[in-house]
């Protein structure tokens, strides 16, 4: 994969997107300056490969990329699904090595800065410092929503409450249509490893949702007639909408 030139920021995909919150003209002007390009993903690359050491941070422009644990015997735990706006490879800026690995699920495109340039590019806007800590506590918030769904929901409840998160990520970052439609290649066999259900048992859970209405999810995309019913199903409680930063 090679890096692209560094287009206008002023005409960045992000800044009309409805769940985003665009930065100030002046912190565009110096994210600009610290950007180093732009990097196509192709369906199923590999942005960011578990165990390896790198000086580059990236931010999500176009597409989804899944973030995954992969353990010694192969299995693998997929632990959060990456939208456009959202940070990629945070811990770079701490010199450690990745303890996950970054796939593209879709064709994806993402900004490029190098970890050397996060600390003038926050010095000159600590507001840009702040968002980072939102977008982390946010990241976390997350994923203590998906310990809550292995841990305490049943899989029929699993499944419906990642079919919900997915579907209004996707509305807040304009890939959904306005009928509660995502269309992204998403297979059983990787709902089965972000839920850790056997690949037998999601095709059965998705069968019993999709008979009973709830959601309607295959290989080609995802719909959920109703969202509300949905939210309800898997216990998600009220959502509450929040513009989110990016850089």
Known sequence: M???LVPDCFQCPLRPLPGLCPPSDEQTVTIQDRKRGELPVPRGGVLIAQGENRDAIYTVLQGVLIRYRTLDDGRRQITNFLFPGN?????????EPFGHS????IPSRVCVFHRKDFTPLIAAHPRLG?????????????????????GQRNARERVTAL??????????????????RFEFPMT???IADMMGLSHVHANRTLQSLRRDGIIDWRPGGLHIPDLDRASEFARLGPHLPKKSPYI
Do not use: I
Not at 130 to 150: G, R, T
Not at 163 to 180: F, H
């Open 2 to 4: 090679s890096v692209w």
């Open 87 to 95: 940070l990629v490879g945070l811990q770079a800026a701490f010199d």
């Open 188 to 190: 059983q066999v990787q």
């Open 130 to 150: 702040f968002d980072l800590v939102w977008m982390a506590a946010k990241e976390e918030a997350e994923l203590e929503q998906h310990l809550v769904s292995l």
């Open 102 to 105: 970054v796939e593209a699920l």
């Open 163 to 180: 079919a919900v998160w997915l579907l209004e990520r996707a509305q807040a970052t304009g890939l959904a249509s306005d009928d509660n």
